[in-house]
Nanobody
Framework: QVQLVEVGGGLVQAGGSLRLSCTASGGTFRTYTMAWFRQAPGKEREFVSAITWSGYNTYYADSVKGRFTISRDNAKNTVSLQMDTLKPEDTAVYYC?????????????????WGQGTQVTVSS
């Protein structure tokens, strides 16, 4: 059973930066695609970014492209999301997810394991 724990959320002003990290335990981390999703109040969970097991391929939602950077360290079983130039519309609970996913990285149902989420609030 894979367990995911996110840290790094918080309150930041628009234009600022935050770095989220997710540490995995159990399972074989280096074989899983890792992803970040987010969910704002009253909205559906949406894809933010994904990174393949090797780290060579990354994917981003159009809304965060150029501002967010995903990375992973398979030796430490961690995946990170560097968020720069934050906007109020980035406010949401951010979730780390993992699974054996090939293509369709943006589909939440493809991921078997989820963290508990961490709140990111961007003030205007």
């Amino acid at each position: 059973q894979v367990q995911l724990v996110e840290v790094g959320g918080g309150l930041v002003q628009a234009g600022g930066s935050l770095r989220l990290s997710c540490t995995a335990s159990g399972g074989t981390f280096r074989t899983y695609t890792m992803a970040w999703f987010r969910q704002a109040p009253g909205k559906e969970r949406e894809f933010v970014s994904a990174i393949t097991w090797s780290g060579y391929n990354t994917y981003y939602a159009d809304s965060v492209k150029g501002r967010f950077t995903i990375s992973r360290d398979n030796a430490k079983n961690t995946v990170s999301l560097q968020m720069d130039t934050l906007k109020p519309e980035d406010t949401a609970v951010y979730y780390c997810a993992s699974g054996v996913v090939v293509n369709t990285y943006e589909l939440a149902r493809k991921y078997a394991y989820w963290g508990q989420g961490t709140q990111v609030t961007v003030s205007s």
